[in-house]
Structures are given as structure tokens and as C-alpha cells.
């Protein structure tokens, strides 16, 4: 009698372990995609220290863990970072506090580059969806300044337009997105 106990038990494990099988097996994880974004090439070390970036081509998006926002060092909504930005990288007054435009020669053509650079700054209470709505309207921002150049340039909007004239665009107008490690700012010492 007991030995039939332990058959009993034997089988429901191999058929549990079976079950467990067939759902691994059929089963599909959902695709994730994350977030687009292209990491700059390992600069070499004597470039990375010749390297410095002036103070007024750098704007500083800092989101608290209180999910309020800064640009520069003002408080803002979320609805006029795009255009803040928008503003800092296209310098349309030459502001002698906003980014300075360097002539590049791009494909034979010579075109004013913004040196501007956006640094995106978060504490470690920042919320999820904060983070990825900041992200969001950095993205948009360049992504019309590209849009503009565009038609401007070549009479179409940026996604019309073939692969080499999408890379003049894209040296034309950067996306120059720079993301610091998170930091606990709601400690003091």
C-alpha cells in the first residue's frame, strides 16, 4: 500500500513537470522595444581630453522626485519644454547666453550647426512615466527642428525624404541628448 502512494506522486510531479513544459514552450513574451536612442562612439583618449564643452551650449533638464521639472534654472510646465528647447538649440536672436552655431560643410554645402546640448538629469524618486514624458518632448522638439530644416532645405517634411538627405539632416541638426546617472537629491547631508 505504500508503494502505491509514492507512484501516485511520482506521476502528478511528471505531469506537472510536463504542463510546465508545454506552457514554456507555447508561450510568447512580449516584444519590448525600449527606447531609440544611438550612444556616441568611444571617443579615444586624447580626443575625450581635449574635449570641453562651453557652459552656455548646455541646457540642464533636471526632474525632481517630486516630478517637478527645471530647464535651465527655471521651474516649468511639461507643455513648454518642446518649445524651450526649441529655442535654446535654434538661438534665433544669437543670445549671447544661449548656444553658439559653428559653419559646417556638409555634402558640399555649408550650414550653421548648433553646439547645443541638452543634459537630462533625474533623482532616483523620479516616476517612470515622468522620465519618459521629459524624454518624449526632448525627442519631439528635435525632431521638428529637423522637420523644419527639412522643408526649408529640401521642400519635405523628414520622413519623405531619402536616407542620404536624412543624414545631412541629421548632422545639420544633432540630437545631442546627454543622460546623467540618476542622483538621491532628496537627501541632504
Known amino acids: 500500500m505504500a508503494r502505491r502512494k509514492f507512484e501516485a506522486i511520482g506521476s502528478t510531479a511528471d505531469i506537472a513537470f510536463l504542463l510546465l513544459c508545454y506552457f514554456l514552450m507555447t508561450t510568447t513574451m512580449g516584444d519590448q522595444s525600449g527606447l531609440q536612442r544611438r550612444l556616441p562612439p568611444i571617443p579615444d583618449e586624447k580626443t575625450a581630453q581635449d574635449q570641453k564643452v562651453n557652459r552656455r551650449n548646455i541646457i540642464i533638464v533636471r526632474i525632481n522626485s517630486a ?6 534654472s527655471e521651474a516649468m510646465d511639461i507643455a513648454f519644454l518642446k518649445d524651450k528647447i526649441k529655442e ?3 538661438n534665433p ?8 552655431k559653428e559653419e ?3 555634402e558640399g554645402k555649408t550650414y550653421k ?10 533623482d532616483r524618486g523620479t516616476s517612470y512615466q515622468a522620465y519618459i514624458a521629459v524624454q518624449n518632448e526632448l525627442v519631439k522638439a528635435v525632431n521638428e527642428l529637423r522637420d523644419d530644416f527639412s522643408r526649408a532645405n ?9 536616407e542620404d538627405e536624412q543624414e545631412i539632416v541629421k ?3 544633432p540630437q545631442n541628448i546627454s543622460e546623467a546617472e540618476p542622483k ?6
Open 171 to 173: 548632422k545639420a541638426v
Open 67 to 72: 516630478d517637478k521639472l527645471f530647464a535651465g
Open 104 to 106: 559646417k560643410e556638409i
Open 93 to 100: 536672436t544669437n543670445d549671447p547666453n544661449l548656444p553658439e
Open 88 to 90: 535654446f538649440l535654434t
Open 184 to 189: 538621491d537629491t532628496g537627501k541632504r547631508k
Open 113 to 122: 550647426v548648433s553646439k547645443g546640448v541638452i543634459s537630462l538629469q533625474n
Open 154 to 162: 529640401f521642400g519635405k517634411k523628414f520622413s519623405k525624404l531619402t
